[in-house]
């Protein structure tokens, strides 16, 4: 049974995608100039799922633009840069 699941709509039809807890997942939203990255992943620490979540610089920009807008928890707790 997969951990993480994503699904997508847009002009093309819908997909679906599953992750381990050994692979995680990510999506990264974007327009040309501003976009949201996405991983999820499983911390071994704490045994619990998390997300992490950037602002990005969009399609015309590269990673040097991502800044960290914070990880989140199922419980809620949050870590903010």
């Not at 381990?20 to 501003?34: N, P, Y």
């Not at 990255?37 to 950037?54: D, I, L, M, P, S």
């Not at 040097?64 to 870590?79: A, F, M, Q, V, W």
Request: no cysteine.
């Amino acid at each position: 049974m997969a951990t993480f699941y994503i699904s997508t709509n847009g002009t093309s039809t819908g997909l679906i995608r599953q992750g381990s807890k050994e692979t995680g997942l990510s999506a990264h939203i974007r327009t040309w100039d501003f976009g949201i990255e996405v991983y999820a992943r499983w911390n071994e620490e704490t045994n619990k799922a998390e997300f992490e979540v950037f602002k990005t610089g969009g399609s015309s920009e590269t990673t040097k633009s991502r800044k960290l807008i914070g990880i989140y928890s199922k419980d809620g707790e949050e870590t903010t840069p």
